[in-house]
């Protein structure tokens, strides 16, 4: 009778750096034969990078949904932030409507913490249908990770530009699919949220995005972080079917 919507995010605030401070703690680029535009590109991706988590932060969300605010009043109050800043948890809630939907549906969230206003948005998505499960580093964007100096310069440097053919390929998915549902996984840092959101829902079907947290005190954040997250999501929709897009198979390769 009710949704269990993941609120999953990091709490931080922005150092407080000019423009020339970070130039000079960027590393391995000659910041002299870079265009404006790349200059800029590079200025606001390790100023993110540079962002200030803050640990055990108060949270209230609120959800909305055909642009009217179905949580109640006060909103939802969800688990302080850890000593790294990141939250991660499922919350039932209701008045979005009965689970029993075939397709997904896109609605509205919204943190209120102690640095000011967040938003997001949330997919709910039926417990049955195809999910696709995409990395996107060589399989949505070209980055060229196996040549590391090109990967950083793709990374930091330039505007992203798509692999040719996978946006249409990927619209075709999301037409014909039944009750598809988009799952994008990569190990970029959380704190490059917002440069990945920007570049992906302007090219590809929405869809839920999980980065790598920057908890890295348990082993397993740093030698299986993919296997986290790929596990939390089949256990999250056991009913749905899952193929997957990898930088190695770059095909259709169903589970």
């Keep these: ?13 922005q150092a407080s750096i000019n423009a020339s401070a970070l130039d000079s703690i960027i590393n391995g680029f000659s910041t002299s034969n870079l265009n404006s535009t790349q200059q800029q590109l590079l ?7 540079a962002s200030i988590p803050i640990p055990n932060a108060n949270l209230t969300a609120v959800v909305s949904a055909n642009g009217s605010v179905v949580t109640n009043s006060s909103g939802i109050r969800l688990n302080s932030t850890d ?3 990141e939250f991660d948890q499922f919350v ?16 509205q969230t919204g943190i ?20 696709v499960v995409s990395d996107i580093d060589d399989v949505m964007r070209i980055t060229k990770v196996y040549i590391p100096n090109q990967g950083l310069f793709n990374s930091f440097v330039q505007p992203y530009v798509n692999v040719p053919g996978i946006p249409e390929l990927y619209a075709v998915w999301n037409k014909s699919l039944p009750s598809v549902a988009f799952h994008y996984d990569t190990t970029t840092p959380v704190q490059l949220t917002r440069t990945y959101v920007d570049y ?16 890295l005190t348990d082993p397993s954040q740093i030698l299986e972080v993919r296997q986290n ?16 897009r990898s930088p ?7 589970f």
């Design 43 to 49: 200025q606001n991706r390790t100023q993110e990078l």
């Design 112 to 131: 209120v913490n102690v640095t000011g206003p967040g938003n997001g948005t949330a997919l709910l998505v039926p417990s049955t249908g195809i999910s």
């Design 83 to 85: 000593d790294f800043g």
């Design 92 to 107: 039932a809630v209701p008045s979005l409507g009965g689970n029993s939907s075939t397709s997904p549906r896109i609605v």
């Design 248 to 254: 190695i198979l770059r095909s259709w390769c169903p």
């Design 1 to 13: 009778s009710s949704w269990n919507v993941r609120f999953y995010g990091l709490v931080y605030k």
């Design 200 to 215: 992906l829902f302007g090219n590809y079907p929405i869809g839920s995005l999980e980065m790598r947290p920057i908890n």
């Design 229 to 244: 997250s790929l596990k939390k999501l089949f256990e999250t929709f056991p009913r749905r079917k899952f193929g997957e």
